[in-house]
């Protein structure tokens, strides 16, 4: 999303996605600098700590507030493999109607593939195995069998 309302947005976007933390620092920073950042800004010198994790991890909790450029640079520096915290769900049930006993240790099968070479049509994705290991992270530990596939043609 672009123009004025994104930034907005995406403050939304986080605050719904329980990511109140790095909500909170974004708009601690709008607050000070007078609104959200422009598309033509300069880069920091060098990169800042924002780099372990997110979800409020334990690693996050010595480090010290960051500005909305570092947090950008950091992102748009390259892919890391991200740590991501499961949460239990906030909901209530008031009635069994509905439920149903999970009685399997596996919930299914998750299959990823994920095409890095496209033989000349597109640029090489390599950097997509970063994503494949934390979909495959996360699939795992809701409990799916994890199938792998790498660069595979419509068949």
């Known amino acids: ?34 609104g959200p950042p422009s598309t033509s800004r300069a880069l920091p010198t060098k990169p800042s700590m924002f780099t372990k994790g997110i979800s409020g991890s334990e690693d996050q909790k010595d480090c010290p507030p960051l500005s909305i450029d570092q947090l950008l640079h950091d992102i748009e520096e390259g892919p890391r493999l991200m740590k991501i915290k499961l949460q239990k769900t906030k909901m209530s049930i008031e009635s ?7 009685t399997h240790e596996t ?15 597109f640029d090489k994705r390599d950097s997509s ?17 994890v199938k792998k596939h790498k660069d595979k043609d419509a068949q």
């Open 129 to 145: 195995g970063y994503d494949v290991s934390n979909m495959e992270g996360l699939f795992r530990e809701l409990h799916f069998e």
């Open 107 to 121: 919930r299914g099968l998750a299959v990823i593939i994920n095409n890095v070479d496209f033989r000349g049509k």
């Open 96 to 102: 069994n109607q509905g439920c149903y006993k999970v």
């Open 1 to 34: 999303m672009r123009g004025p309302a994104a930034f907005n947005k995406f403050l939304k976007a986080l605050r719904d996605s329980e990511q109140d933390h790095v909500a909170d620092q974004l708009d601690d920073w709008l607050k000070k600098n007078g």
